[in-house]
């Protein structure tokens, strides 16, 4: 099974994040762990209105599937999704989701914080705040 990792503009409602668990999980796992990332009403003390993500998705693709494979190397798992959803984004919506499935619900709640830290922080995905005061592009 190999890992899914995708830049995509769908939404990832509830329908898409059940078919990612479909997909990245086998009858062999005992832990899957799926994280959502959601956009928040507020930021450093800013009420925000609304984000816009960008990337170059070829190199931010090339990175994650980099991720996936430290994943599968450090749990000994290829069941692994990281979507990430570029463009506008409104308050309560999802912008990334990563899930990971192992044997045991221990590694699987390592690799899948393991495998959102590495993405947040390496992964060419930028993401510009719009708030209330004026717009910002910002890190992470």
């Known amino acids: 099974m190999a890992p899914v990792v995708k ?11 059940r078919a990612l668990v479909d997909e990245a999980t086998h009858a062999s796992d005992g832990g899957v762990v799926t994280f959502e990332g959601v956009v928040r009403d ?9 984000l816009e ?3 170059y998705p070829e190199m931010a693709e090339e ?4 991720i996936a494979a430290e994943v599968g ?10 979507v990430h959803r570029i463009g506008r984004l409104e308050i309560g919506e999802c912008s990334v989701v990563v899930v990971v ?27 510009k705040e719009v708030a209330e005061d004026g717009e910002e592009w910002v890190e992470g």
């Open 7 to 17: 830049i995509t503009r769908d939404p990832l409602d509830g329908a898409a994040v």
């Open 42 to 50: 507020h930021a450093r003390g800013k009420n925000i209105r609304y």
């Open 53 to 55: 993500y960008d990337a």
């Open 63 to 66: 990175r994650m599937n980099a």
């Open 73 to 82: 190397q450090r749990w000994q798992t290829d069941h692994v999704a990281l």
């Open 101 to 127: 499935a192992c044997p045991h619900r221990a590694e699987a709640f390592e690799a899948c914080r393991y495998a959102i830290d590495t993405l947040k922080t390496t992964v060419p995905i930028w993401k």
